[in-house]
């Protein structure tokens, strides 16, 4: 069973640069589609991207200027960059991932506040 | 893009049955979408995915209170013998090749 880790600052200075990493265990990152998932304090979920084992990546058009997700092979992990964050941008991330469809795993999350 | 439309809210006794409702857009009325559970303050849960034809595949350990069905755009989250720990947000998830989408949610309440 895959086993999802987040971790990551979890304050982050406005118009600085979010970043958070999902270490993965139980399954090898060279498969499947792995994703981020924000969910602001009392709102829904909000799908912010994802990249496949082969680096192809898709984005939320309403971030995707801001957006960059990675993957590390070699530490079987993959990350999330969020560049000129604002207050809007506090929330819940969380890392998933999808094998023929659904997010059918997810991490636990980690909340990031945007302030000065 | 498809967008999901879910109720905002809902509520049921201990013990009985609620059907939760998640709409496709037209154009997009076969596609599949996943059903998520988020107790208060816990991560989401995986229930099931769930295809236009009513077939679907739960997640592990999933208990067999928990079924799903369609019609038409419509794709349902039937719970029977409603549990105090159903209480819980209840999001439906659809994607196709480079987007992914989440319903609002729908706050499920047990009397």
Redesign the interface.
Known sequence: QVQLQESGPGLVKPSGTLSLTCAVSGDAISSNWWSWVRQPPGKGLDWIGEISHSGSTSYNPSLKSRVTISVDKSKNQFSLKLSSVTAADTAMYYCATAASGPLAFWGQGTLVTVSS | QPVLTQSSSASASLGSSVKLTCTLTSGHSTY???W?Q?QPGK????LM?LEGSGSYNK??GLPDRFSGSSSGADRYLTIVNLQFEDEA?Y?C?T?DS????????TKLTVL
């Open positions: 599949i979408i996943a998520h988020q991560a989401p849960r995986y995915k997640g592990s947000d999001y998830e994607w480079n987007t992914r989408v989440f319903g609002e949610g």
